[in-house]
């Protein structure tokens, strides 16, 4: 099975910071990432797939990055609806696999 | 766009079985495949296994397979997952899950099943 580690686990920004959320996959996935956003008793919302690929009607404001084993998301410019947890998933090979998520407080 | 009712919280005894159901509506079923999904509290979703609507065809996750049965009705345009000798480490909110290929687009509202004695 393909192993997503993503880094932090968690992080506290401001209204306005940019962060970045990190996942690295244990073996090269080309561009098969997937960027979700679930927030507190809701059900997992595609942000961005095949690593880069904003999914319609998402925030200019997240985009994400990388090929092979290292990916990024980015938030530019975070806004107080983005506090949620953010799991990225790889779709190169099954089982499909999550990373363990990143817990954005704001 | 196809929507997802799943059925209701389930409380069972180690050992039991469960079974949840999740209706889908909207769209034309057999153009669709179907995810089934877990999350335990605090964790990340993990994927438990595929069907086709079209011809019923399943793959599971290794981890799961020989203990989970996922199958299709076509006339109540309904799918089922089926979890048996269960253990207090099943306990989870499972999800069924349909879109892109190993991309879920669409999810039901999710299924409580707790396993305790």
């Known amino acids: 099975d393909i192993q997503m580690t993503q880094s932090p686990s968690s992080l506290s920004a401001s209204v306005g910071d940019r962060i970045t959320i990190t996942c690295r996959a244990s073996q090269s996935i080309g561009t098969y990432l997937n960027w979700y956003q679930q927030k507190p008793g809701k059900v997992p919302k595609v942000l961005v797939y095949?690593?880069?690929t904003s999914q319609s009607g998402v925030p200019a404001r997240f985009s994400g990055s990388g090929s092979g084993t290292d990916f990024t998301l980015t938030i530019s410019s975070l806004q107080p609806e983005d506090s949620a947890s953010y799991y990225c998933?790889?779709?190169?090979?099954?089982?499909?696999?999550f990373g363990q998520g990143t817990q954005v407080e704001i | 766009q196809i929507q997802l009712v799943q059925s209701g919280p389930e409380v069972k005894r180690p050992g039991a079985s469960v079974k949840v159901s999740c209706k889908a509506s909207?769209?034309?079923?057999?153009?669709?495949?179907f995810n089934w999904l877990r999350q335990a509290p605090g964790q990340g979703p993990e994927w438990m296994g595929w069907?086709?609507?079209?011809?019923?065809?399943?793959r599971y996750s290794q981890k799961y397979q020989g203990r989970v049965t996922m199958t299709t009705d076509t006339s109540t345009t309904t799918v089922y997952l089926d979890v048996r000798s269960l253990r207090s480490d099943d306990t989870a909110i499972y999800y069924c899950?349909?879109?892109?290929?190993?991309?879920?687009?669409?999810w039901g509202q999710g299924t409580l099943v707790t396993v305790s004695s």
């Open positions: 998933q790889q779709s190169y090979s099954t089982p499909w696999t």
């Open positions: 909207g769209d034309i079923f057999t153009n669709y495949g």
């Open positions: 899950s349909s879109g892109r290929t190993a991309i879920f687009d669409h």
């Open positions: 069907i086709s609507a079209y011809n019923g065809n399943t």
């Open positions: 095949a690593a880069s």
